[in-house]
C-alpha cells in the first residue's frame, strides 16, 4: 500500500491518500495547551473589532462594513462539468478568491495576525481602551506608534501581499521577504503600496529562512511566520464559524446522512489546517477535510507518510517543488499544521499543473469566477474519491477557492491560454 504510493509519489503521478490515522472522535487532535478552542472565536471577534476601522482604511471594504468575507455558492454548472452526478451529492465553492484587498485566502491568517500585533502595541502604550473605537487606531497618535514597528514576512506571494498591505495601510514599515521567483506583478504591487520586497535567491523555505534572522535583528520588528505562527492559524479558522452560519442559511445540513467533504488547496498547511480545525470543531466526525497540492510540491502529504517522525522535504522524493501553483510552492509542510491533522485530515491527493489550468478554465466558462491555479487545486478531490467513496446523494461538496481576485489580466490569460480541455458538459 505504503510502496504503491510512494511509486506514484515519485513519479509525480496524480493520487489519492487517505489517512489511516483519523480519528474524528478527538474532535481538538491536540494535547498542546496553544490551541484552546475558543481561538477561533477570539479571532472572529478580533476581526469584528477591526471591521469599522478597515473600512474607513479600504474603500472596497465598505459595502460590507469592514467584514473580510466570502460567499458560499452552489456551482451546478461546474459539478455537470466535472461530470460528478446528482448521486454524489452537491457541489458549492466557497469563494475566498474573490475575498477584498488581499484577493486570496492570506486575508483571513495574514489580516489577523497584522490586527493581533496593532491591538496589542496600542493596548501597551495605552492608545486603545477595551470598548474602544478602532477607528482610534488610524490617528496619529497610534500611526506614529506603529511607524517605529516593522512587520516583516516571508512569502511566495499571497501571504505577502496580505501582510505587506495592511500593515502598510496601518502605518507600520512593512516588509517582504520573496524568492526571486515570486511573481514579478505581485512585487509591483507590493511596492505600489509602499512594502518594502527583498529579494532572496532560491525557494519559498529559503525566503522564510532569510527574513527570520533578518528580523531578529531588529526588536523592533514583528516577524509573521508562516510555518510556526498561531495567530496566522486562528485567523484562519475562524473561517468555520462563518462558513457554518452560510451552510445553515442555504439550508445544509451536516450530519451522518449528510457529510460535509471540503477541499483545501495545501502549501506549508497553515490555511487549511487552521479551517479543518475549526470545521471538527463545529461539525466533529460529520465534515472530511481533504488537502490538495501539485505533483511537484505534496510536502504534507510527504510529511504525514513519514511515520519515523521526521519532517522530510518534496526534495527528499526526487520532486523539484516548481509548479505554476505559487501559492502551494512549498518544499516542507509546516510542523504545527501537520500536528493539528494527524487525526483530522481526511486525506491528501495531488494535482497536476494541466489539470490546473483545465479546471481554472472550465469554472470561468461554466460559473463566470476567476481563480487563480492554487485555487484550482480542489476540483479534481470530489472525481478522485468518486471511485473510492459509495455514492452519498446527501453528501456536500465545498472547494475552497483560495485565490484570484488580483491576478491581472494579462496574467490570467495565460493561465486560461494553458488549458487544454473545454468545458464538455455532461448530462446529470
Ligand atoms: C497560501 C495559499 C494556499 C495555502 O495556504 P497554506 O497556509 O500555505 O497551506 C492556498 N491557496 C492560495 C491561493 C494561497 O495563497
Same mark, same amino acid.
Request: charged fraction near 15%; glycine fraction near 8%.
Given at each position: 500500500?505504503?510502496?504503491?504510493?510512494?511509486?506514484?509519489?515519485?513519479?509525480?503521478?496524480?493520487?489519492?491518500?487517505?489517512?489511516? +490515522?483519523?480519528? /474524528? @472522535?478527538?474532535?481538538?487532535? *491536540?494535547?498542546? !495547551?496553544?490551541? %484552546?478552542? &475558543?481561538?477561533?472565536?477570539? #479571532?472572529?471577534?478580533?476581526?469584528?473589532?477591526?471591521?469599522?476601522?478597515?473600512?474607513?482604511?479600504?474603500?472596497?471594504?465598505?459595502?460590507?462594513?469592514?467584514?473580510?468575507?466570502?460567499?458560499? +455558492?452552489?456551482? /451546478? @454548472?461546474?459539478?455537470?462539468? *466535472?461530470?460528478? !452526478?446528482?448521486? %454524489?451529492? &452537491?457541489?458549492?465553492?466557497? #469563494?475566498?478568491?474573490?475575498?477584498?484587498?488581499?484577493?486570496?485566502?492570506?486575508?483571513?491568517?495574514?489580516?489577523?495576525?497584522?490586527?493581533?500585533?496593532?491591538?496589542?502595541?496600542?493596548?501597551?502604550?495605552?492608545?486603545?481602551?477595551?470598548?474602544?473605537?478602532?477607528?482610534?487606531?488610524?490617528?496619529?497618535?497610534?500611526?506614529?506608534?506603529? #511607524?517605529?514597528?516593522?512587520?516583516?514576512?516571508?512569502?511566495?506571494?499571497?501571504?505577502?501581499?496580505?501582510?505587506?498591505?495592511?500593515?502598510?495601510?496601518?502605518?507600520?514599515?512593512?516588509?517582504?521577504?520573496?524568492?526571486?521567483?515570486?511573481?514579478?506583478?505581485?512585487?509591483?504591487?507590493?511596492?505600489?503600496?509602499?512594502?518594502?520586497?527583498?529579494?532572496?535567491?532560491?525557494?519559498?523555505?529559503?525566503?522564510?529562512?532569510?527574513?527570520?534572522?533578518?528580523?531578529?535583528?531588529?526588536?523592533?520588528?514583528?516577524?509573521?511566520?508562516?510555518?510556526?505562527?498561531?495567530?496566522?492559524?486562528?485567523?484562519?479558522?475562524?473561517?468555520?464559524?462563518?462558513?457554518?452560519?452560510?451552510?445553515?442559511?442555504?439550508?445544509?445540513?451536516?450530519?451522518?446522512?449528510?457529510?460535509?467533504?471540503?477541499?483545501?488547496?495545501?502549501?506549508?498547511?497553515?490555511?487549511?489546517?487552521?479551517?479543518?480545525?475549526?470545521?471538527?470543531?463545529?461539525?466533529?466526525?460529520?465534515?472530511?477535510?481533504?488537502?490538495?497540492?501539485?505533483?511537484?510540491?505534496?510536502?504534507?502529504?510527504?510529511?504525514?507518510?513519514?511515520?519515523?517522525?521526521?519532517?522530510?522535504?518534496?526534495?527528499?522524493?526526487?520532486?523539484?517543488?516548481?509548479?505554476?501553483?505559487?501559492?502551494?510552492?512549498?518544499?516542507?509542510?509546516?510542523?504545527?499544521?501537520?500536528?493539528?491533522?494527524?487525526?483530522?485530515?481526511?486525506?491528501?491527493?495531488?494535482?497536476?499543473?494541466?489539470?490546473?489550468?483545465?479546471?481554472?478554465?472550465?469554472?470561468?466558462?461554466?460559473?463566470?469566477?476567476?481563480?487563480?491555479?492554487?485555487?484550482?487545486?480542489?476540483?479534481?478531490?470530489?472525481?478522485?474519491?468518486?471511485?473510492?467513496?459509495?455514492?452519498?446523494?446527501?453528501?456536500?461538496?465545498?472547494?475552497?477557492?483560495?485565490?484570484?481576485?488580483?491576478?491581472?489580466?494579462?496574467?490570467?490569460?495565460?493561465?486560461?491560454?494553458?488549458?487544454?480541455?473545454?468545458?464538455?458538459?455532461?448530462?446529470?
Amino acid at each position: 500500500m505504503t510502496h504503491r504510493i510512494l511509486t506514484k509519489l515519485r513519479a509525480a503521478t496524480p493520487q489519492l491518500w487517505i489517512n489511516p +490515522q483519523r480519528d /474524528p @472522535a478527538i474532535p481538538m487532535g *491536540l494535547s498542546d !495547551s496553544a490551541f %484552546q478552542p &475558543q481561538g477561533m472565536q477570539v #479571532a472572529q471577534e478580533r476581526f469584528a473589532r477591526f471591521a469599522p476601522l478597515l473600512a474607513n482604511l479600504f474603500p472596497e471594504l465598505a459595502a460590507m462594513d469592514g467584514r473580510i468575507e466570502s460567499a458560499l +455558492q452552489p456551482v /451546478p @454548472a461546474m459539478q455537470k462539468a *466535472l461530470g460528478l !452526478s446528482v448521486a %454524489q451529492g &452537491q457541489l458549492w465553492v466557497k #469563494a475566498d478568491h474573490s475575498l477584498p484587498v488581499a484577493g486570496s485566502i492570506k486575508a483571513r491568517g495574514g489580516f489577523h495576525e497584522v490586527l493581533e500585533v496593532a491591538e496589542r502595541l496600542a493596548v501597551e502604550h495605552g492608545l486603545l481602551r477595551p470598548d474602544a473605537d478602532y477607528r482610534a487606531l488610524a490617528q496619529p497618535a497610534a500611526r506614529a506608534l506603529f #511607524a517605529r514597528h516593522q512587520i516583516a514576512v516571508g512569502s511566495t506571494g499571497n501571504l505577502g501581499m496580505a501582510i505587506g498591505v495592511l500593515a502598510a495601510a496601518l502605518g507600520f514599515r512593512a516588509v517582504v521577504h520573496m524568492s526571486t521567483e515570486a511573481k514579478e506583478w505581485k512585487k509591483q504591487r507590493l511596492r505600489l503600496r509602499g512594502v518594502e520586497v527583498v529579494e532572496h535567491t532560491g525557494d519559498y523555505e529559503q525566503a522564510v529562512a532569510g527574513g527570520r534572522s533578518l528580523a531578529q535583528t531588529d526588536p523592533l520588528c514583528h516577524f509573521v511566520d508562516d510555518e510556526r505562527s498561531l495567530s496566522l492559524f486562528m485567523g484562519y479558522s475562524a473561517a468555520a464559524l462563518h462558513l457554518q452560519v452560510q451552510l445553515r442559511a442555504q439550508g445544509v445540513q451536516v450530519d451522518a446522512q449528510h457529510p460535509l467533504i471540503v477541499y483545501l488547496p495545501c502549501g506549508v498547511g497553515g490555511a487549511p489546517a487552521g479551517i479543518a480545525w475549526g470545521l471538527h470543531q463545529l461539525f466533529g466526525a460529520h465534515v472530511h477535510c481533504f488537502f490538495a497540492e501539485p505533483v511537484q510540491s505534496p510536502c504534507f502529504l510527504v510529511h504525514m507518510l513519514a511515520t519515523d517522525g521526521s519532517s522530510p522535504s518534496v526534495y527528499d522524493f526526487g520532486l523539484s517543488n516548481q509548479t505554476e501553483a505559487d501559492g502551494l510552492a512549498v518544499p516542507r509542510a509546516s510542523l504545527l499544521a501537520a500536528s493539528v491533522m494527524s487525526k483530522l485530515l481526511a486525506g491528501v491527493f495531488t494535482v497536476e499543473d494541466q489539470t490546473l489550468f483545465d479546471h481554472l478554465a472550465q469554472l470561468m466558462a461554466t460559473e463566470g469566477m476567476r481563480i487563480e491555479p492554487s485555487a484550482a487545486a480542489g476540483f479534481s478531490g470530489p472525481g478522485q474519491l468518486g471511485s473510492s467513496a459509495p455514492a452519498c446523494p446527501g453528501a456536500n461538496h465545498v472547494v475552497w477557492t483560495t485565490g484570484g481576485l488580483l491576478v491581472p489580466d494579462a496574467q490570467y490569460q495565460t493561465f486560461l491560454d494553458r488549458a487544454v480541455t473545454q468545458p464538455t458538459p455532461t448530462p446529470l
